[in-house]
């Protein structure tokens, strides 16, 4: 199976623009995580969407959004931007369907984001 | 709260040594407990995983941990470092929370560093 695919793997904007990174999880999986990953916060957890409707959401703004679209395939938003979400924002795809389950998660290799 | 801790943020061993990476946990029941590997530029890629079926979990590359609840400890371990697991490497914890929602937290991460 091809893993988890995310664009694009890099990306430049500038303060107050806003950005749309695109994940495709792995085929089957309905399960898809965003993470923010930064050197001073570590891996925060984004949101979690599942069969279209978002599930779980961490300690982010408003300014931080997502969805994800019947076949899976997930994107999240980050309008005005601001040069603290200068990050790798990783996507992580799940095969798990009930809350509770012991689930491991499939990562992406990243969209790294410099804001300037 | 849950949480997991990872003591040492930096660890240095020599090739062929003994490699241990640090995790405690905090919970009043034993959670799902994971470790993930990141090398450069790359997303994580799950090594193991403990979901209370043994209490030593064999994973990939050769790699181990014991889940210890009288510790609250899973140390990932390995008898013999390999240059090429020179990588961050990542505990994580995942449990249902009172409110019911569905948490998944990562360790602050420990870079390990092989010497020749």
């Known amino acids: 199976k091809a893993g988890v695919t995310q664009t694009p793997r890099y990306l430049i904007k500038t303060r107050g623009q806003q950005v749309t990174l695109s994940c495709s999880p792995i085929s089957g999986h309905r399960s898809v995580s965003w993470y923010q990953q930064t050197p001073g916060q570590g891996l925060q957890f984004l949101f979690e969407y599942f069969s279209e409707t978002q599930r779980n959401k961490g300690n982010f703004p408003g300014r931080f959004s997502g969805r994800q679209f019947s076949n899976s395939r997930s994107e999240m938003n980050v309008s005005t931007l601001e040069l603290g979400d200068s990050a790798l924002y990783l996507c992580?795809?799940?095969?798990?369907?009930?809350?509770?389950?012991?689930?491991?998660?499939?990562f992406g290799p990243g969209t790294r984001l410099t804001v300037t | 709260a849950q949480s997991v801790t990872q003591l040492g943020s930096h660890v240095s061993v020599s090739e062929g040594a003994l490699v241990l990476l640090r995790c405690n946990y905090s919970?009043?029941?034993?959670?799902?407990l994971f470790w993930y590997v990141q090398y450069p530029n790359q997303g994580l890629q799950l090594l193991l995983k403990y979901t209370s079926a043994a209490t030593l979990v064999k994973g990939i590359n050769g790699f181990e941990a014991e889940f210890k609840k009288s510790e609250t400890s899973f140390h990932l371990t390995k008898p013999s470092a390999h240059m090429s697991d020179a990588a961050e490497y990542f505990c994580?914890?995942?449990?249902?929370?009172?409110?019911?929602?569905?948490?998944?937290?990562f360790g602050t991460g420990t870079r390990l560093k092989v010497l020749a």
């Open positions: 994580a914890v995942s449990r249902t929370t009172t409110s019911g929602t569905y948490k998944y937290i």
């Open positions: 919970s009043s029941v034993p959670p799902y």
């Open positions: 992580a795809s799940s095969p798990r369907a009930l809350e509770g389950d012991p689930y491991e998660q499939y």
